[in-house]
């Protein structure tokens, strides 16, 4: 019974711990969602990227603290050019021609790095030691604790930013109602591209973060497959709902993993959050906080 | 103060919509631009805001000047920051802000924020049932208030120009009355440039003080409002009235000639 206990808080606490660098990644696509309506299915490619500009600054003999710097400029810059040369000249289009366009966006960004620097998986330690804390019955690596300290203070940042400053409050604006956003003296396309800015910063430190914890390789593009229930659970444009969907996310995984992996041999921790997803789909389609579209009667 | 000398708009480099429209726009006045759907009108005060180049238009002949300053061709944003505001057709409040955001988008080109809480004040003076809506989604409130709101968003920038994109659409007749009446005093206190567009020609006609008409691209009939109540066309096709000053019965004008459908 008390056995019981302890594993499933165990279970409950690296879930949430876990989901909540999920929510990281998942806070990049939602701010260049909220800002331009633009689905990014690049996203996993850019949390790779960041983690390949981290480990490439290192092994150019860079501290530490410099090759973070490092991939977040990059990052910023990456993001500037790509929001310039691919995403603008799709402004106005049809979405499916801006979701196509982040797909094959995501193909190229993940053949870069293999091209370029070989496709051997490279480690990132972060000087953070690795002695983990102990909650009880959970054990929560280092690494983890960051995640969840950097994950938290971005929900605080951005939230104050959208809902207290005039700037957050002019890209709000711009996601309305672009044309009238536009009358309103706001320069619809510097918005664009600070929104997307934002969204490389969040990237380069969820890159970092899931890059040191599990290694620099093409494979960490996945990681952007986990974005997708997250934002379905929490709203596509909700930064709180980022937060709560991924720690749902994380829990679900977490949990499936304890108790169902056991009988069927392993797996259920993928497939467990888009049963979520799709049910969420089916009963409720913006999400926990996603914005409703509004239909005066 | 805002002049339109002999423009010429085009959509789409073939399309064209405008064909030599001049006119002239003054301070602490109401100036009203009549006609039907798809007269031009809207597409005049895109050409004035700047936001044609949105929708594929552009100015192919004639100028645009705000205070003998040429602004056609600049960008919509730019546009606003030398005065001019624009209020569109069917109100277009951020419907997913609050009033009081809307308010601050609208003030987004005040450099500080105490202009931007003077700003608030006054349009909470002019329109006090909008201070009581202030925390609420502007999705959600009502369609007169959606308009005041829109009137007051577009007051945040401290314009020297206001363009009003048919305010009566879709309001009850009172509630234009009273939004009409609001617009009449900014122009007078504020001394603000106002330019009206409206299909509704009797309003239009009874708060402004100089009027065009415009018929398919180009303006046909210009004047102060007295001559343009007293011009027999005016009243016969924009406020129904015939020569003696009644009403117009419907009787006179349908003349439907029944005829076989299911020959043709």
Redesign the interface.
Same mark, same amino acid.
């Given at each position: 019974m008390w056995d019981e206990a302890e594993f499933a808080f165990a279970l409950l606490v690296s879930g949430l711990a876990i989901g909540l660098m999920y929510s990281l990644i998942a806070l990049g696509f939602v701010l260049i969602y909220k800002a331009t309506d633009a689905i990014n299915f690049a996203q996993g490619e850019f949390v790779m990227l960041a983690g390949f500009m981290a480990t490439t600054a290192l092994a150019a003999q860079m501290p530490i603290w410099a090759a973070i710097a490092a991939a977040i400029l990059g990052m910023i810059a990456l993001s500037f050019v790509l929001e310039r040369t691919v995403l603008r000249p799709l402004l106005?289009r049809p979405v499916v021609a801006v979701i196509m366009a982040t797909i094959g966006l995501a193909a190229i960004l993940r053949g870069l790095p293999p091209i370029t620097i070989g496709a051997q998986t490279k480690a990132l330690p972060l000087p953070i030691g690795d002695e983990p804390i102990t909650l009880w019955s959970a054990v929560i690596p280092p690494v983890q604790v960051v995640g969840v300290i950097v994950s938290v203070g971005f929900l605080a940042v951005f939230t104050w930013f959208f809902l207290k400053s005039?700037m957050g409050?002019?890209m709000?604006?711009v996601?309305?109602?672009?044309?009238?956003?536009?009358?309103?003296?706001?320069?619809?396309e510097r918005y664009f591209a600070i929104a997307w800015a934002m969204a490389g910063v969040v990237s380069a430190l969820g890159g970092i973060i899931w890059g040191s914890m599990l290694g620099v390789d093409t494979q960490l593009s996945l990681i952007g497959l986990k974005v997708f229930p997250v934002v379905i659970l929490g709203g596509l444009d909700s930064i709180v709902g980022a937060v709560i969907g991924g720690l749902i996310v994380g829990v679900v995984e977490s949990i499936a993993a304890g108790y169902l992996d056991p009988y069927v041999g392993g797996g259920t921790k993928d497939f467990a959050p888009y049963v979520l997803m799709i049910l969420m789909l089916m009963f409720k389609p913006y999400g926990l906080f996603g914005?409703h579209r509004?239909e005066?009667v | 103060m805002l002049s339109i000398n002999n423009i010429e708009v085009v959509y789409d480099s073939v399309i064209l919509v405008l064909r030599g429209v001049s006119l002239e726009v003054k301070p602490g006045a109401i100036t009203t631009l009549l006609g039907a759907n798809g007269a031009g009108k809207t597409t005049t005060l895109k050409a004035v805001?700047g936001?044609l180049r949105?929708e594929r238009g552009e100015v192919t002949k004639g100028t645009i000047t705000l205070e003998s300053q040429r602004i056609d061709g600049m960008?919509?944003?730019d546009v606003?920051?030398l005065g001019i505001?624009?209020v569109?057709e069917g109100r277009?409040v951020?419907?997913?802000?609050t009033t009081q955001?809307?308010l601050?988008?609208?003030g987004? /080109?005040q450099r500080h924020q105490r202009k /931007?809480r003077e700003g608030i004040d006054r349009v909470y003076a002019y329109f006090p049932q909008l201070a009581q809506r202030r925390d609420q989604?502007s999705?959600?409130l009502s369609?007169g208030e959606q308009q005041m709101l829109a009137i007051g968003?577009a007051l945040?920038?401290q314009p020297k120009v206001i363009l009003l994109d048919e305010p009566s659409l879709g309001l009850a007749p009172m509630l234009v009355e009273e939004i009409f009446a609001i617009v009449g005093r900014l122009a007078q206190q504020e001394k603000l440039a106002v330019l009206l567009v409206e299909q509704n020609a009797t309003m239009a006609l009874a708060v402004a003080h100089h009027g065009y008409v415009m018929e398919s691209g180009r303006i046909v009939l210009e004047g102060n409002v007295e001559a343009l109540r007293a011009n027999s066309d005016i009243r016969e096709f924009y406020l129904g009235l015939n020569e003696i000053g009644s009403r117009k019965s419907y009787r006179d004008v349908k003349h439907y000639k029944r005829r076989k459908r299911w020959l043709s």
């Open positions: 106005g005039r409050i002019a709000r604006a996601a309305d109602n672009q044309q009238v956003a536009m009358a309103m003296g706001i320069n619809v914005t509004i005066r | 805001s936001l949105t960008r919509a944003f606003t920051k505001a624009q569109f277009r951020f419907e997913h802000l955001e809307n601050i988008a609208g987004h /080109i /931007i989604l999705g959600y369609g968003r945040m920038s």
